[in-house]
């Protein structure tokens, strides 16, 4: 008896399939056929995966932006207790300069009202009255108890001057 011919040899080739590597064996007429499970890829770590460095990374840049908003914040709160001195000029019983005072609640205020014009600036929700005489100083103080914006008026006209805001 004859022995029985060889198999013809296969040729393999590695393609992708779906995106994962696949091995193909072609046979001896030329056709490809799949042949066991996907080759695992070169990396060994998946494509959707985010390497260690690159988490530590991330990590410390969460850190730094944490911390500096943290800093940030806490500067910019109302550490009121402390004393606030305001200097004021009333001009023609129709304008003050500054026009808006500011302080944050709990501070003492002194406020020290020289005007061109005899009469009364008057600061409202605080019911503070500066009686002033033409080029003299009128001076006031007071505890900042209450919160909000408070106007400033030439009290015999209603003029409004400007405001005390308080936060």
Known sequence: ??????????????????????LLARDARSTFVKRGPPIAPISRRNENQVSRPRIAILAAVVVVFVVGGGILVYSNQSHGGGNREINVMVTGAKSMS??????????????????????????????????????????????????????????????????????
């Open 1 to 22: 008896m004859l022995p029985s011919p060889a198999p013809a040899p296969l040729a393999a080739v590695v393609v992708r399939d779906h995106g994962r590597p696949r």
């Open 98 to 167: 500054p026009s808006e005072w500011t302080a944050h609640e709990n501070d003492t205020v002194t406020i020290k009202v020289t005007s061109d014009t005899d009469g009364e600036v008057h600061l409202h929700g605080y019911d503070i009255a500066f009686d002033c005489k033409a080029g003299q100083v009128t001076t006031r103080t007071f505890k900042a108890d209450k919160t909000g914006n408070f106007p400033i008026e030439w009290e015999s006209t209603s003029t409004p001057l400007g405001e005390l805001v308080v936060t």
